[in-house]
Nanobody
């Protein structure tokens, strides 16, 4: 089981961009399906993007399609979430999560390894 650490969050104005990174502790991360989810205070955690372990299958929730892009760099044991055209409703803590040999899973319960999250705040 790998350890995951998110980074890249911050404060941006609406319309701006951020690039989140999920760094893993070991190179077996190349065999993990990875999802990015977010949670705002008082709301349920929501999956926003996912990538299969082979990188051949992607998922995006409708609200971020065309704005967010998930990718992986196995040489760096890292998965990225590029977020463009940010909106205030994107404000949340963003988490990455993994599952060995996982698909681009839309069910958060399928993931068994989680990072601690990184705050994204989008001002209007």
């Amino acid at each position: 089981q790998v350890q995951l650490v998110e980074s890249g969050g911050g404060l941006v104005q609406a319309g701006g961009s951020l690039r989140l990174s999920c760094a893993a502790s070991e190179d077996t991360f190349s065999k993990y399906g990875v999802g990015w989810s977010r949670q705002a205070p008082g709301k349920e955690r929501e999956l926003v993007a996912a990538i299969s372990w082979r990188g051949d299958n992607l998922y995006y929730v409708d609200s971020v399609k065309g704005r967010f892009s998930i990718s992986r760099d196995n040489a760096e044991n890292t998965v990225h979430l590029q977020m463009n055209s940010l909106k205030p409703e994107d404000t949340a803590v963003y988490y990455c999560a993994g599952r060995l040999y996982g698909r681009a899973n839309t069910n958060l319960a399928a993931y068994d390894t989680w990072g601690q999250g990184t705050q994204v705040t989008v001002s209007s």
